[in-house]
């Protein structure tokens, strides 16, 4: 394995894409934020959208296997992400991909998850992690990755120029995929390709103090959650690494319960199908569809936990749950 440290994950991902130069597409899940499409399309990528499994909220992999298998139009690779950092099991997924397409390129996408060292890359090519904004550790910036040996490996990406941040054009993709318009993207200089300033050493090392801390945190809120809303409501405990989820009817007059008692909380990552050229994907509507993200991390204390949680629970008893599918999460 090889390091790849930037200061964004989307700047490892861009010079991955941009080193490779494979005019195939990479197949990307449509839960995915809008910096994922971003990325590909300033690097001169094909991309597809492909709906979600409700087994694990993330990539369905028969969907995978029949692009990657295709004669007439062979997908050149695979962005798998895990949904809200949820662990999932890839390794055989990743075994057959290769089986199938040893030239197909994986990309195991952990920026949810909590950044730590791999000990394999259980069959992808690079392993990416991000400690920026709205991250299980939140530096507001840096990103890093691992590579398998055989990846080449350039930055590419230099120019920056402020009045065209990446911030002003993720907000314009997220209005996008929020409205439900396509994107109309035009390229300019809004990702910087700057060499991080921290040593890598001097970075790890605050990373795994902030881990402990974090952890820590995230245990106490969680707890509050899990004994106060109600199961029906509760995702089960490997999605609420990154957020603590539950699903409700009406998530919406949630949120504005939630902002009138001066707490908050967010509905993130509705597909990004028809903002970006994709078909139909009713897997991940219905997760958007319902999906209230709670905070468990530094920007929520234990008592907003408590207040949350019984605005949460009082909205599940008056307004109920979605029914659940027996397949799966959803």
């Not at 971003?38 to 990528?45: E, S, T």
């Amino acid at each position: 394995m090889k390091l790849l440290f930037e200061r964004r994950a989307s700047t490892v991902l861009y010079n991955v894409l941009k080193s490779r130069r494979d005019t195939r597409p990479i197949l990307i899940p449509a839960n995915v934020c809008a910096c994922i499409p971003l990325v590909l399309l300033k690097a001169g990528q094909a991309f597809e959208v492909i709906d979600i499994s409700e087994a694990d909220l993330c990539i369905a992999r028969e969907q995978v296997h029949s692009r990657i298998r295709s004669v007439s139009k062979p997908a050149g690779g695979v962005l798998f992400v895990h949904t809200y950092g949820a662990s999932a099991v890839i390794s055989d997924f990743y075994q057959e991909i290769k089986q199938a397409a040893p030239t197909a390129l994986i990309i195991d996408d952990r920026c949810l998850a909590p950044p730590i060292l791999p000990t394999t890359m259980n069959g992808a090519d690079v392993v990416l992690y991000s400690t920026g904004s709205r991250k299980y550790v939140d530096f507001g910036e840096g990103g890093f990755g691992y590579a398998c040996d055989a990846l080449n490996y350039n930055r590419h990406c230099n120019a920056f120029k402020m009045t065209c941040g990446a911030e002003m054009v993720e907000r314009l993709a997220t209005a996008a995929i929020v409205d439900q318009q396509v994107f109309d993207y035009v390229d300019c200089d809004w990702l910087s390709g700057s060499a991080p300033i921290t040593p890598w050493g001097d970075f790890l090392a605050r990373i795994q103090d902030a881990i402990r801390l974090i952890d820590s945190h995230k245990s106490k809120l969680n707890t509050i959650y899990q004994a106060i809303i109600p199961p029906d409501a509760q995702f089960p405990s490997p999605f609420n690494v990154w957020r603590f989820q539950v699903r409700v009817r009406q998530p919406m007059l949630l949120v504005e319960r939630l902002c009138a008692s001066s707490l908050f909380a967010s509905r993130h990552y509705p597909s990004v199908a028809k903002a970006f050229g994709g078909e139909s994907t009713p897997v991940a509507d219905t997760l958007a569809d319902e999906v209230v993200n709670l905070f468990n991390d530094h920007y929520f204390s234990e008592e907003q936990a408590l207040r949350a949680a019984d605005i949460v629970a009082n909205h599940v008893h008056t307004c109920g749950v979605p029914s659940r599918s027996q397949r799966g999460v959803l």
